[in-house]
């Protein structure tokens, strides 16, 4: 006959455990999300078209006090949370964009942040009818741009 044993786990163990595991997402999911928005980023810049992105938006973002250019940050923010970020940190790092700018933009980045990524990991499994699928992917989207509105009139 065993003997069973309800013994925990040493805290450090616990511990090192977590390490891992936060050492694996960052190193396995946001690095390279962070790395490939920078190259973005900078392959748009270098080659003029972040400019001429900039102009197109410009109308619908200075709405919000908003460069045209970060448009393409709630672009990638819908892709993916990490890549959005990204596109920001470059953003900041170019003088693009102000502090209160930044302010203006992280909530609508968050609310729809990821959708394309979830809309096939969540949402295809489960079986959501067509319809509904759109209706699901644009509410988030709906809801950051009332977000931008808000951030825009009390920054």
């Known amino acids: 006959m065993t003997a069973i ?3 925990k786990p040493l805290i450090t163990d616990v511990f090192v455990k977590g390490a891992r595991q936060g050492w694996d997402l960052a190193t396995k999911s946001m690095l390279p999300n962070l790395v490939m928005a920078f190259v973005l980023i900078k392959a748009l810049n270098v080659t003029g ?3 001429y992105i900039g102009l197109v938006f410009e109308p619908m973002m200075s709405v919000f006090g908003l460069p045209g ?3 393409m940050i709630l672009a990638s923010s819908w892709l993916s ?3 959005g970020l990204g596109v ?3 953003f ?5 964009m102000s502090g209160e700018q930044v302010a203006i933009i992280l909530p609508s980045m968050f609310i729809m942040g990821g959708q ?3 809309m096939g990991r969540c949402l295809g499994v489960i079986g959501i009818k067509d319809k509904m699928l759109y209706v ?3 509410i988030p989207i709906v809801m950051a741009f009332a977000a931008l509105t808000f951030m825009s009139i009390i920054v």
Do not use: R, W
């Not at 900041?92 to 693009?96: A, C, D, H, Q, Y």
């Open 5 to 7: 044993t309800n013994e």
């Open 49 to 51: 078209l972040l400019h």
């Open 69 to 71: 250019e970060s448009a």
């Open 81 to 83: 949370v990490g890549g």
């Open 88 to 90: 920001l940190i470059a």
């Open 92 to 96: 900041i790092t170019e003088g693009v």
């Open 116 to 118: 394309l990524q979830y």
């Open 136 to 138: 699901i992917m644009l």
